[in-house]
């Protein structure tokens, strides 16, 4: 059964740092592009982070994040993680992880990041 499952999420400060795993079972891991979604109360999900699946890893990122946030994989652990960092209160939301290629793509429950003070 393809399983992701997201941790790491909790309460941390503004200006704080986090970082989020997704442990991947049940597909062909390193096929698969990896990507970080978040949804915050009332708000649309939006895209945060990619990497891509080959030997030539391409990364992107949102705007909101880029400079504050690294995205990464290790195919050997089948986890990708999202490395935050000068987190905002504007990133609270549940994060999510999304395993993709062509017609295949499976999500996690996703983990909760607060940030306050």
């Known amino acids: 059964q393809v399983q992701l499952v997201e941790s790491g999420g909790g309460l941390v400060q503004p200006g704080g740092s986090l970082i989020l795993s997704c442990a991947a079972s049940?597909?062909?891991?390193?096929?698969?592009?990896m990507k970080w979604y978040r949804q915050a109360p009332g708000k649309e999900r939006e895209f945060v982070a990619s990497?891509?699946?080959?030997?030539?890893?391409?990364?992107k990122y949102a705007d909101s994040v880029k400079g504050r946030f690294t995205v990464s994989r290790d195919n050997v652990k089948n986890t990708v993680y999202l490395q935050m960092k000068s987190l905002k209160p504007e990133d609270t939301a549940v994060y999510s992880c999304?395993?993709?290629?062509?017609?295949?793509?499976?999500w996690g429950q996703g983990t909760q990041v607060t940030v306050s003070s």
């Open positions: 999304n395993a993709e290629m062509g017609q295949y793509s499976y």
């Open positions: 049940g597909f062909t891991f390193s096929t698969y592009s």
């Open positions: 990497v891509s699946s080959g030997g030539i890893l391409v990364k």
